[in-house]
């Protein structure tokens, strides 16, 4: 079992900066890709990036890239996401997620963090 718990969101102005951080526990960090996804109200969910278990493969979905960062830190069992030029479209609650490897898909969830972003 893994537990993952995101923290770093609020409120910022458009063209600002913000890291979230997702730290995990219950199993070897090392051993999981992990992700990032986000939800806007009266949306559906949206994928944002992924790093692999190595931290060598990264993918992100157009509408961030150039902007966001991907990160990891297995020594602190720790995802970071790094955003900046942040846009109002950016809005979201923001989930992180662990991959094992073993079949298709995500894990396991986090309960998300809210980003805001003003114009």
Request: one cysteine or more; a positive charge.
């Amino acid at each position: 079992q893994v537990q993952l718990v995101e923290s770093g969101g609020g409120l910022v102005q458009a063209g600002g900066s913000l890291r979230l951080s997702c730290a995990a526990s219950g199993l070897t960090f090392s051993s999981l890709s992990m992700g990032w996804f986000r939800q806007a109200p009266g949306k559906t969910r949206e994928f944002v990036a992924r790093i692999s278990r190595s931290g060598v493969m990264i993918h992100y979905t157009d509408s961030v890239k150039g902007r966001f960062t991907i990160s990891r830190d297995n020594a602190k069992n720790t995802v970071y996401l790094q955003m900046n030029s942040l846009k109002p479209e950016d809005t979201a609650v923001y989930y992180c997620a662990a991959d094992m490897g073993v079949s298709s898909g995500y894990d396991y969830w986090g309960q998300g963090t809210q980003v805001t972003v003003s114009s």
